[in-house]
């Protein structure tokens, strides 16, 4: 059982055939930014998209959280699901679990899709959230989740839906949680957590805060392939699906970890 964690991490499924795809969320959402990633890719995949400490109906974390405990807990939540090796996706904070996780279980990582992050020798903004997270507790999420939008789409109705989605959740998160898992990010990235294997994605908006900061994590990761979807914030994924998923199933598709949608079962004669 990974440490500092209260117990194991809620995640939810869709998709019951295919190879597994583990969808990990940024700061201050949950696994549902991957909703429509998690719906279009289950015609080929099992999608899995798990709730990181302090978020959705996942546990609590004490001091002393390292982002290899969640790293650990969330491979701990796919081994309920299966033991096939799996296409690992991260958001923002996500893709600092789904580095950690690829070092941790190399055999079980086929492929790393990221987006909205960076590489940061210092990472100043972890203290300016650690701040207001202690100062404004879970009430922060609201403005929070806008600052990772593009401002065209923070001004629509999408926007404000998936904000007051997460909302309705903060009766199951926790600020001093979120606190600690900033923490956790703001220490120094080892050397040998860009040691990475297999085939990795960066997607990432122009209108990302982190956007620069891409280039310098893809500097990192050797071979790693970079693609910029033009007037798109931090969560591009749920700005514009229909693109970011085309990037990531072409990706999939070239690396030859697309399989053809198998067919359903038929039901006999009608």
């Known amino acids: 059982m990974a440490e500092h964690i209260d117990g194991p991490l809620n995640y939810e499924r869709l998709g019951k055939r295919g190879r597994p795809v583990v969808f990990v969320h ?23 998209g798990i709730d990181i400490p302090g978020y959705g109906r996942s546990p609590k974390a004490s001091p002393g959280l390292t982002m290899q405990d969640i790293a650990q807990a969330c491979w701990e939540a796919v081994d309920e699901v299966t033991a ?22 190399p055999q079980q990582t086929l492929a790393l899709i990221m987006t909205g992050s960076g590489y940061y020798p210092v990472k100043e903004f972890a203290a300016k959230r650690i701040q207001q997270y202690s100062e404004q ?27 007051n989605l997460f909302m309705e959740r903060n009766d199951t998160a926790d600020a001093a949680t979120i606190v600690e898992q900033f923490r956790a990010l703001a220490e120094p990235d080892p050397d040998w957590l860009f040691d990475i294997k297999v085939p990795s994605l960066m997607i990432t908006g122009s209108e990302d805060s982190a956007h620069q900061a891409a280039f310098a994590l893809q500097e990192r990761l050797k071979g790693c392939e970079l693609v910029t979807m033009e007037g798109a914030g931090h969560a591009c994924n749920m700005e514009r699906p229909w693109e ?7 990706f999939l598709r070239r690396h030859g970890l697309l399989a053809p949608a198998a067919p359903a079962a038929s039901a006999g004669p009608s």
């Open 244 to 250: 970011w998923d085309a990037i990531a199933l072409d």
């Open 26 to 48: 940024p700061n201050p959402m949950d696994h549902t930014c991957w909703i429509y990633q998690m719906a279009r890719f289950s015609t080929w995949f099992q999608t899995i």
């Open 84 to 105: 096939a090796p799996c296409v690992l996706a991260g958001l923002s904070v996500g893709v600092h679990v789904v580095l950690h996780m690829a070092i941790q279980r």
């Open 137 to 163: 507790g879970v009430a922060f999420r609201y403005q929070h989740t806008f600052e990772d939008y593009s401002r065209a789409f923070g001004e629509t109705e999408y926007a404000k839906y998936f904000a």
